[in-house]
């Protein structure tokens, strides 16, 4: 059920954004996108039987989500974004699904200094932190957490930076999540001039 939430929470959200733009009158469209993320702490090494390893970092991962973007109408440069999606990565290894899942939910003020140039600070929090082995190894679950993101993009494709600490529930480990990524994204719905 709690998986269930955030595609609930999203598509309220998509139906909002969608009505809104049927009426031509809100500075609300929506976003989509995805970012690809690399490094963090090794949360596990996996060993293949052909001498091969392959690390699961904590900061690595594709990143899906989809949410809102909020124009300013008397200051069109400036706006709010609010995102939910999924972080996943995965191994190669066939006979087990090992995978490492987070929930981000991701809040950025954004300046549009010309027309096509984003440049965003604000809040990533990841939620669901779990890293499954699929019984090949002990499974892993981390608390939430959340860190500072920064993204710089041009015609919806950029450079992105998150900090952010994972603190292993069992244990008390704690791993590093910091992440540079490459971000895909887009707006639709936005009221027409």
Known sequence: MKRIQPVIVLLFIVSAISASAQEKKSPL????GANFEFGGDRVAEIYFTNGNTQSVRAGQGGHFYAGAEYRFPKA??????????????TTAADNAHIRLTRI?????????????LRIAAGLSAHTGIRFNADG?????SFQ???GPVFEIA???????YTAMKYKNKE??????ANAFGFSFS????????
């Open 144 to 146: 939430s957490a959340n």
């Open 186 to 193: 887009t707006t639709f719905g936005k009221k027409k001039k």
């Open 104 to 116: 981000p939910l991701q809040f950025t003020a954004n300046v549009y200094p010309v027309q096509k």
């Open 136 to 140: 090949i190894m002990q499974n892993l």
């Open 171 to 176: 244990y008390g480990d704690v791993y590093s």
């Open 154 to 160: 041009y015609a919806g494709i950029g450079l992105t």
């Open 29 to 32: 469209s929506g976003v989509i």
């Open 76 to 89: 069109q440069k400036l706006a709010l974004r609010g995102t939910v999606g999924i972080k996943y990565v």
